[in-house]
């Protein structure tokens, strides 16, 4: 079944290559979506595929060296039409 999920990532998520692992594991998973910093730290990322894959990348994420994830908070969106996962700012 395909979803959409919306994250908020923090601790250690920014200046460590948290946005390039996101988009290299999520267009590998083809998944589609986006990752991008927020100015309070955090990092935001909406991904959209089938459920087991959206959260393979989130583990996937979880095992990236330098990157440490202290605290996620996770909502389901609707669906949208796009194409490819990007990466914002």
């Not at 089938?50 to 996937?60: F, G, Y």
Request: hydrophobic share 40%; proline share 2%.
């Amino acid at each position: 079944m395909k979803v959409r999920k919306h994250f908020y990532f923090s601790g250690r998520v920014q200046g460590v290559g948290f946005r390039f692992q996101a988009c290299r594991i999520a267009r590998s998973l083809g998944l589609t979506g986006y990752v991008q910093n927020l100015m309070d730290g955090r990092v935001e990322l909406e991904a959209q595929g089938e459920e087991a894959i959206v959260w393979d990348l989130v583990s996937a994420l979880h095992r990236q060296p330098y990157i440490r994830i202290e605290d996620m908070e996770t909502k389901d969106l609707p669906l949208k039409e796009e194409k490819g996962f990007q990466m914002a700012n």
